[in-house]
């Protein structure tokens, strides 16, 4: 099956420093792939959807320039958390979708930010 | 921003007993999927339906799709205490709004051995 792989699973950061965060799909290409948000025992919250090769499309409240992303290639995805503070300390996860098999959407395992 | 809520937030149940927990949306939609995620992890998927069919079943979940009133429930069978998880469904419109998903609040599922 689709597997996508995050990279890395948690990071502590000190504040003003910047982040980044990688999602590869394994076994298949990707051209689309989203990014999200999750604040404890809350849902996910869409910030982006990465396109291959174009410019991210990003969700109405969230920062470009903040939250950096760039997918490069069809399996290799980032999101650059840029001059990161305690706000930003959530968890960050990826997802792919792998259509043309039907394994419908893949999810990375997450990133545990904390930026201290 | 969230379309789906869910209901319950929460559920706690004992082993073997069935869990079922509910999920409303407010727009058109191409299908409607859930997901669970243990605590701290990703998604994992468990099931897909589309729009033109209205119950779906895979192992021991069974899944209901009511398009009329924008509704979707999710039954656990024979629940275990590994189905202890929060559980998720979200929608995907198509269209203009691509493929992107919008998620749920999710209920919290604890299952007591």
């Known amino acids: 099956g689709a597997v996508v792989s995050q990279h890395p699973s948690w990071v502590i950061c000190k504040s003003g420093t910047s982040v980044k965060i990688e999602c590869r799909s394994l076994d298949f290409q990707a051209t689309t792939m989203f990014w999200y948000r999750q604040f404890p025992k809350q849902s996910l919250m869409l910030m982006a959807t990465?396109?291959?090769?174009?410019?991210?499309?990003?969700e109405q409240g969230v920062e470009k320039d903040k939250f950096l992303i760039n997918h490069a290639s069809l399996t290799l995805s980032t999101l650059t958390v840029t001059s990161a503070h305690p706000e930003d300390s959530s968890f960050y996860i990826c997802?792919?979708?792998?259509?043309?098999?039907?394994?419908?959407?893949?999810f990375g395992s997450g990133t545990r930010l904390t930026v201290v | 921003s969230q379309q789906g809520e869910e209901d319950p937030q929460a559920l706690s149940i004992q082993e073997g007993e069935n869990a079922t927990m509910n999920c409303s949306y407010k727009?058109?939609?191409?299908?409607l999927q859930w997901y669970r995620q243990n605590s701290g992890r990703g998604l994992v998927h468990l099931i897909l339906i589309r729009s033109n069919e209205r119950e779906k079943h895979s192992g021991r979940l069974r899944v209901t799709l009511d398009t009329s009133k924008k509704s979707s429930s999710l039954l656990i069978t024979a629940s275990r205490a590994a189905d202890t998880a929060s559980y998720f469904c979200a929608t995907a419109r198509g269209g203009a709004a691509g493929n992107k998903l919008t998620f749920g609040g999710g209920t919290r599922v604890l299952v007591k051995p």
């Open positions: 997802s792919a979708s792998d259509w043309a098999a039907n394994y419908g959407y893949t």
């Open positions: 727009t058109s939609i191409n299908n």
């Open positions: 990465s396109n291959e090769g174009s410019k991210a499309t990003y």
